[in-house]
Nanobody
């Protein structure tokens, strides 16, 4: 019923910048929190950043001061601005959204993931 489509991943050198986007579509009444997770090879999926409907944000300690999450509620889109990228940031990045459907059911949805590779 809901699709999250991510874009903006790629290969970047250490110290560089990427901006990820995730657009939600489907039978959406509203979206509560939106978040970015990442999963590096051999590691568990971890929360990178989260943003509430009202714009409050939360970041993993490892990305504080470097990453910025934002959202455009009118477009059902969440962004992750990633600055000063490090090789340790290399992972598949997944968008997540807590969606209130038009039926008023509340469900969590995941994007397909976008690869971010940071070379040294």
């Amino acid at each position: 019923q809901v699709q999250l489509v991510e874009s903006g991943g790629g290969l970047v050198q250490a110290g560089g910048t990427l901006r990820l986007s995730c657009a939600a579509s489907g039978s959406i009444f509203s979206i509560n929190a939106m978040a970015w997770y990442r999963q590096a090879p051999g590691k568990r999926r971890e929360l990178v950043a989260k943003i509430t409907q009202g714009g409050s944000t939360n970041y993993a300690d490892s990305v504080k001061g470097r990453f910025t999450i934002s959202r455009d509620n009118a477009k059902n889109t969440v962004y992750l601005q990633m600055n000063s990228l490090e090789p340790e940031d290399t992972a598949v990045y997944y968008c997540n959204a807590d969606v209130v459907l038009t039926t008023r059911a509340q469900l969590g949805y995941w994007g397909q993931g976008t690869q971010v590779t940071v070379s040294s």
